[in-house]
Protein backbone atom coordinates (compact mmCIF):
# COMPACT_ATOMS: atom_id res chain seq x y z
CA UNK A 1 0.00 0.00 0.00
CA UNK A 2 1.27 3.24 -1.07
CA UNK A 3 -0.58 5.06 1.17
CA UNK A 4 0.14 6.28 4.30
CA UNK A 5 -1.13 5.31 7.01
CA UNK A 6 -1.66 6.88 11.25
CA UNK A 7 -0.64 3.81 13.38
CA UNK A 8 -2.53 3.02 16.62
CA UNK A 9 -3.22 0.62 18.74
CA UNK A 10 -7.14 -0.17 19.64
CA UNK A 11 -8.30 -1.74 22.82
CA UNK A 12 -11.84 -1.62 24.09
CA UNK A 13 -12.69 2.38 24.72
CA UNK A 14 -8.12 2.77 24.81
CA UNK A 15 -6.63 4.11 21.98
CA UNK A 16 -2.76 4.51 21.96
CA UNK A 17 -0.83 5.90 19.47
CA UNK A 18 1.72 3.48 17.39
CA UNK A 19 2.45 0.20 17.27
CA UNK A 20 4.88 -1.35 19.10
CA UNK A 21 8.02 -3.32 17.14
CA UNK A 22 10.07 -5.27 18.51
CA UNK A 23 13.22 -7.62 17.76
CA UNK A 24 11.08 -6.49 14.32
CA UNK A 25 8.29 -7.70 14.83
CA UNK A 26 4.65 -6.49 15.98
CA UNK A 27 5.12 -8.94 19.49
CA UNK A 28 1.28 -10.62 20.02
CA UNK A 29 0.99 -10.69 23.76
CA UNK A 30 -2.39 -11.16 24.87
CA UNK A 31 -3.48 -11.43 28.63
CA UNK A 32 -5.72 -14.61 29.06
CA UNK A 33 -6.01 -17.58 26.91
CA UNK A 34 -3.47 -20.75 26.72
CA UNK A 35 -3.40 -22.40 23.23
CA UNK A 36 -2.44 -20.03 20.46
CA UNK A 37 -3.23 -20.79 16.69
CA UNK A 38 -2.92 -19.20 13.57
CA UNK A 39 -0.04 -17.20 15.34
CA UNK A 40 1.36 -16.22 11.73
CA UNK A 41 3.67 -12.73 11.81
CA UNK A 42 1.03 -9.88 12.55
CA UNK A 43 3.82 -7.74 10.81
CA UNK A 44 7.66 -6.83 10.79
CA UNK A 45 9.83 -3.93 10.57
CA UNK A 46 13.33 -2.91 10.24
CA UNK A 47 13.00 -0.23 12.45
CA UNK A 48 11.83 -0.98 16.44
CA UNK A 49 9.86 1.17 18.67
CA UNK A 50 6.54 3.16 18.85
CA UNK A 51 5.78 3.62 14.91
CA UNK A 52 3.57 6.89 14.36
CA UNK A 53 2.70 7.17 10.72
CA UNK A 54 3.98 3.77 8.03
CA UNK A 55 3.69 2.71 5.02
CA UNK A 56 2.24 -1.08 4.73
CA UNK A 57 3.66 -3.62 1.94
CA UNK A 58 2.63 -6.96 1.54
CA UNK A 59 5.72 -8.87 0.93
CA UNK A 60 5.58 -12.90 0.40
CA UNK A 61 2.10 -12.69 2.53
CA UNK A 62 3.27 -11.27 5.51
CA UNK A 63 3.13 -7.78 6.30
CA UNK A 64 5.89 -5.06 6.49
CA UNK A 65 5.87 -1.19 7.86
CA UNK A 66 8.21 1.10 7.08
CA UNK A 67 8.20 4.38 8.93
CA UNK A 68 7.68 7.74 6.69
CA UNK A 69 6.69 11.30 7.44
CA UNK A 70 4.07 11.97 4.82
CA UNK A 71 0.30 12.98 5.90
CA UNK A 72 -1.83 10.03 6.58
CA UNK A 73 -4.86 9.00 4.55
CA UNK A 74 -6.28 6.15 6.83
CA UNK A 75 -5.61 4.31 9.96
CA UNK A 76 -3.10 1.36 10.50
CA UNK A 77 -5.18 -0.24 13.52
CA UNK A 78 -3.53 -3.38 16.37
CA UNK A 79 -7.27 -4.47 17.32
CA UNK A 80 -7.19 -6.19 20.50
CA UNK A 81 -10.80 -7.79 20.86
CA UNK A 82 -10.80 -10.17 24.09
CA UNK A 83 -12.86 -12.15 26.15
CA UNK A 84 -12.22 -11.85 30.05
CA UNK A 85 -10.89 -14.92 31.98
CA UNK A 86 -11.08 -15.71 35.48
CA UNK A 87 -10.69 -12.76 38.03
CA UNK A 88 -12.49 -10.60 35.63
CA UNK A 89 -15.63 -12.15 33.97
CA UNK A 90 -18.09 -9.14 35.45
CA UNK A 91 -16.48 -6.82 32.96
CA UNK A 92 -17.54 -6.90 29.29
CA UNK A 93 -15.82 -8.81 26.53
CA UNK A 94 -14.64 -6.79 23.46
CA UNK A 95 -15.78 -7.47 19.81
CA UNK A 96 -15.57 -6.00 16.78
CA UNK A 97 -17.08 -6.61 13.03
CA UNK A 98 -14.42 -5.17 10.57
CA UNK A 99 -16.91 -4.20 7.86
CA UNK A 100 -16.74 -3.04 4.10
CA UNK A 101 -14.32 -0.25 5.09
CA UNK A 102 -11.78 -2.79 6.71
CA UNK A 103 -9.13 -4.67 4.93
CA UNK A 104 -7.68 -7.14 7.51
CA UNK A 105 -4.03 -7.77 6.68
CA UNK A 106 -2.85 -10.63 9.70
CA UNK A 107 -4.09 -11.76 12.62
CA UNK A 108 -3.51 -14.10 15.38
CA UNK A 109 -5.59 -15.26 18.35
CA UNK A 110 -5.54 -17.60 21.45
CA UNK A 111 -8.01 -20.30 22.41
CA UNK A 112 -8.84 -22.83 25.15
CA UNK A 113 -8.28 -22.00 29.10
CA UNK A 114 -9.68 -19.16 30.33
CA UNK A 115 -10.24 -16.52 28.24
CA UNK A 116 -9.07 -15.73 25.42
CA UNK A 117 -7.95 -12.56 22.72
CA UNK A 118 -7.82 -12.33 18.65
CA UNK A 119 -5.41 -9.30 17.76
CA UNK A 120 -5.94 -7.93 13.83
CA UNK A 121 -4.08 -5.59 11.96
CA UNK A 122 -6.11 -3.76 10.01
CA UNK A 123 -6.14 -0.67 7.24
CA UNK A 124 -9.38 1.34 7.81
CA UNK A 125 -10.55 5.14 7.43
CA UNK A 126 -9.24 7.79 9.25
CA UNK A 127 -11.26 8.23 13.12
CA UNK A 128 -12.22 4.20 12.60
CA UNK A 129 -10.56 3.49 15.96
CA UNK A 130 -11.66 5.88 17.92
CA UNK A 131 -15.70 5.52 16.36
CA UNK A 132 -15.52 2.43 17.45
CA UNK A 133 -13.70 3.15 21.24
CA UNK A 134 -16.59 5.76 21.96
CA UNK A 135 -19.25 2.99 21.53
CA UNK A 136 -17.72 0.39 23.59
CA UNK A 137 -19.08 0.17 27.50
CA UNK A 138 -16.53 -0.73 29.91
CA UNK A 139 -18.88 -1.89 32.57
CA UNK A 140 -18.33 -4.33 35.23
CA UNK A 141 -21.48 -6.27 34.75
CA UNK A 142 -22.14 -4.66 31.59
CA UNK A 143 -22.91 -7.26 29.01
CA UNK A 144 -19.91 -8.35 26.04
CA UNK A 145 -20.38 -6.19 22.97
CA UNK A 146 -19.48 -6.83 19.50
CA UNK A 147 -19.73 -2.97 17.87
CA UNK A 148 -19.44 -1.92 14.31
CA UNK A 149 -17.93 0.69 12.84
CA UNK A 150 -20.67 3.48 12.86
CA UNK A 151 -19.89 6.95 11.26
CA UNK A 152 -23.01 8.79 12.04
CA UNK A 153 -22.68 7.52 16.01
CA UNK A 154 -22.90 10.77 18.33
CA UNK A 155 -22.26 9.74 21.98
CA UNK A 156 -23.21 13.22 23.11
CA UNK A 157 -26.70 12.92 21.25
CA UNK A 158 -27.54 9.91 22.97
CA UNK A 159 -26.52 10.92 26.51
CA UNK A 160 -28.82 13.59 25.81
CA UNK A 161 -32.06 11.34 25.28
CA UNK A 162 -30.87 8.81 28.25
CA UNK A 163 -28.20 9.43 30.65
CA UNK A 164 -25.32 7.12 30.13
CA UNK A 165 -25.91 6.37 34.02
CA UNK A 166 -29.00 4.54 33.14
CA UNK A 167 -27.80 3.37 29.71
CA UNK A 168 -25.84 1.49 31.89
CA UNK A 169 -27.71 0.57 34.81
CA UNK A 170 -29.91 -1.04 32.03
CA UNK A 171 -27.42 -2.82 30.41
CA UNK A 172 -27.71 -0.80 27.24
CA UNK A 173 -31.48 -1.02 27.08
CA UNK A 174 -32.45 2.39 25.89
CA UNK A 175 -36.31 1.59 26.01
CA UNK A 176 -36.58 0.36 29.75
CA UNK A 177 -33.88 3.18 30.87
CA UNK A 178 -37.01 5.41 29.66
CA UNK A 179 -39.74 3.39 31.41
CA UNK A 180 -37.55 3.89 34.11
CA UNK A 181 -37.44 7.48 34.03
CA UNK A 182 -41.25 7.87 33.48
CA UNK A 183 -41.73 5.37 36.84
CA UNK A 184 -39.08 8.13 38.74
CA UNK A 185 -41.43 10.82 37.40
CA UNK A 186 -44.60 9.47 38.82
CA UNK A 187 -43.35 8.35 42.51
CA UNK A 188 -45.34 10.83 44.64
CA UNK A 189 -42.45 12.54 46.16
CA UNK A 190 -44.96 13.75 49.22
CA UNK A 191 -44.19 10.11 50.66
CA UNK A 192 -40.88 9.62 49.39
CA UNK A 193 -38.45 9.33 52.66
CA UNK A 194 -35.42 11.27 51.59
CA UNK A 195 -33.24 9.49 54.20
CA UNK A 196 -33.93 6.14 53.22
CA UNK A 197 -33.29 7.03 49.53
CA UNK A 198 -29.76 8.65 50.16
CA UNK A 199 -28.63 6.53 53.46
CA UNK A 200 -30.15 3.16 54.01
CA UNK A 201 -28.64 -0.05 51.88
CA UNK A 202 -29.96 -1.44 48.46
CA UNK A 203 -32.48 -3.78 50.28
CA UNK A 204 -34.66 -0.77 52.29
CA UNK A 205 -34.21 1.57 49.07
CA UNK A 206 -36.01 -1.48 47.21
CA UNK A 207 -38.63 -2.02 49.96
CA UNK A 208 -39.18 1.35 49.68
CA UNK A 209 -39.41 2.48 46.45
CA UNK A 210 -41.50 -0.38 45.66
CA UNK A 211 -44.07 0.49 48.30
CA UNK A 212 -44.17 4.27 47.58
CA UNK A 213 -44.83 3.40 43.47
CA UNK A 214 -47.22 0.48 44.65
CA UNK A 215 -44.73 -1.38 41.85
CA UNK A 216 -43.07 -4.50 42.57
CA UNK A 217 -41.06 -3.93 39.64
CA UNK A 218 -40.12 -0.49 40.06
CA UNK A 219 -36.35 -1.07 39.35
CA UNK A 220 -37.12 -3.21 36.72
CA UNK A 221 -34.03 -5.35 36.97
CA UNK A 222 -31.59 -2.61 37.71
CA UNK A 223 -29.44 -2.42 41.02
CA UNK A 224 -30.78 -0.10 43.15
CA UNK A 225 -27.34 1.33 44.30
CA UNK A 226 -26.92 2.39 40.36
CA UNK A 227 -29.98 4.39 40.09
CA UNK A 228 -31.04 5.36 43.44
CA UNK A 229 -28.69 8.80 42.81
CA UNK A 230 -30.85 9.47 39.92
CA UNK A 231 -33.92 8.99 41.99
CA UNK A 232 -32.83 11.38 44.67
CA UNK A 233 -31.56 14.42 42.36
CA UNK A 234 -34.91 14.32 40.50
CA UNK A 235 -36.54 14.51 43.96
CA UNK A 236 -34.46 15.89 45.85
CA UNK A 237 -32.09 18.17 43.94
CA UNK A 238 -29.18 16.08 46.42
CA UNK A 239 -26.47 17.84 43.80
CA UNK A 240 -23.85 16.69 46.57
CA UNK A 241 -24.78 12.56 46.26
CA UNK A 242 -21.83 10.94 43.75
CA UNK A 243 -21.75 10.81 40.36
CA UNK A 244 -23.98 7.22 38.89
CA UNK A 245 -21.37 5.71 36.37
CA UNK A 246 -19.54 8.62 36.20
CA UNK A 247 -22.16 11.35 35.30
CA UNK A 248 -23.00 13.93 37.65
CA UNK A 249 -26.66 13.63 38.80
CA UNK A 250 -27.33 17.07 37.48
CA UNK A 251 -26.54 16.44 34.86
CA UNK A 252 -29.60 13.19 34.98
CA UNK A 253 -31.64 15.57 36.17
CA UNK A 254 -31.40 17.62 32.85
CA UNK A 255 -31.36 15.14 30.63
CA UNK A 256 -34.67 14.05 32.47
CA UNK A 257 -36.24 17.21 31.70
CA UNK A 258 -35.04 17.46 27.72
CA UNK A 259 -36.87 13.94 27.50
CA UNK A 260 -40.24 15.93 28.70
CA UNK A 261 -40.40 14.02 32.12
CA UNK A 262 -39.72 16.40 34.39
Partial sequence: MSTAHVSLTLRGRSVNKGILIKDGQIPFSPNSGMTRYDVGLLGSSSVDGNLDVVHVAIVDGSVVIAPCEETAQRELVLVQQYRNGCGAKRWPSFSVVFGPETRELSKASTSHGSGGEMWSLVSVPLGWAENIARQFIDERDYPGQTISYTPDFDLAKMESDVPRAL??????????????????????????????????????????????????????????????????????????????????????????????LA
Fill in 167 to 260: FIAFQGNEESARQFMARVAALPAAVLDEHIVLVCGRDRVRRHLEEVSGNPEFFGGADPNRVVGYIAEVHFGNVNQPSVGGESLGTLAEAMKKAG
